[in-house]
């Protein structure tokens, strides 16, 4: 995966990368597609060709944390685990859960955070079977 991307300076790229950039501003702001197309010079198909593929670089990315749990199941586990991230003012950007198999279950965390702070909560976390952590 860390192939599939590339980090490069504007300049080199063509101009309907920026547009689409500015479009999705324009769209996160409450404009439909239609109109922000328009105000920006670039048809609609364009902008979904590019959409999923052009963003801005995020600086905070050496903030995130990339996680693997296993937890012993027990009525609201999940639950209790995002709220105790939560509680320690922990930004969840992805989670995905996997299947329970043998009673246990299989999450997948991105956080942005620093290390220490999720530590804590997984040190103190009662039903964490396993964990791996990456930066």
Wanted: proline share 1%; hydrophobic share 35%; with cysteine.
């Amino acid at each position: 995966m860390s192939n599939d991307y590339y980090l490069i300076n504007k300049k080199a790229l063509p101009e309907y990368f920026e547009k689409v950039i500015e479009i999705k501003n324009l769209i996160s702001r409450g404009m439909s597609v239609t109109d922000a197309c328009k105000k920006c010079s670039l048809s609609r198909s364009t902008f979904y060709k590019y959409n999923k593929y052009v963003s801005l670089y995020d600086d905070e990315i050496d903030n995130y944390i990339y996680i693997s749990i296993s937890l012993y199941y027990e009525k609201n586990i999940i639950i209790n685990l995002l709220n105790e991230i939560a509680n320690n003012n922990i930004e969840i950007i992805k989670i995905t859960q996997d299947s329970p198999i043998n009673n246990i279950i299989y999450l997948s965390l991105t956080l942005k955070t620093d290390k220490d702070s999720i530590l804590n909560i997984i040190y103190n976390f009662k039903n964490i079977k396993s964990f791996e952590l990456s930066e």
